[in-house]
Nanobody, 128 residues
Framework: QVQLVESGGGLVQAGGSLRLSCAASGRTFSHYAMGWFRQAPGKEREFVAAISWSSDSTYYTESVKGRFTISRDNAKNTVYLQMGSLKPEDTAVYYC?????????????????????WGQGTLVTVSS
């Protein structure tokens, strides 16, 4: 099992940018697909973005397309979520997670599977 720790959350003005990082420890980071979820106040957890282990495939929920970019640096055992044009509705606790297959993250693809690990979360607050 890989261990994940998020960082980079904070308070940002609407229209601003923020980059979240998720640092992984363990020997098998490069073999995991990685993704981000978020949970806003009063709402259920929502898929945000995911990336395959080789970075050849990425997926985004429609509400963040064109604004957020997921990337990873396997040499640094880190996955990133670059968040731009932030809106108050982006306010949430953001969690990173690891899985064996990137498709496990994607809610509109009918494939079973479970997450192997997740982080503790980092709070992003976007002020209007």
């Amino acid at each position: 099992q890989v261990q994940l720790v998020e960082s980079g959350g904070g308070l940002v003005q609407a229209g601003g940018s923020l980059r979240l990082s998720c640092a992984a420890s363990g020997r098998t980071f490069s073999h995991y697909a990685m993704g981000w979820f978020r949970q806003a106040p009063g709402k259920e957890r929502e898929f945000v973005a995911a990336i395959s282990w080789s970075s050849d495939s990425t997926y985004y929920t429609e509400s963040v397309k064109g604004r957020f970019t997921i990337s990873r640096d396997n040499a640094k055992n880190t996955v990133y979520l670059q968040m731009g044009s932030l809106k108050p509705e982006d306010t949430a606790v953001y969690y990173c997670a690891a899985a064996q297959d990137v498709l496990i993250f994607v809610p509109w693809i009918p494939k079973g599977g479970a997450l192997d690990a997740w982080g503790q979360g980092t709070l992003v607050t976007v002020s209007s």
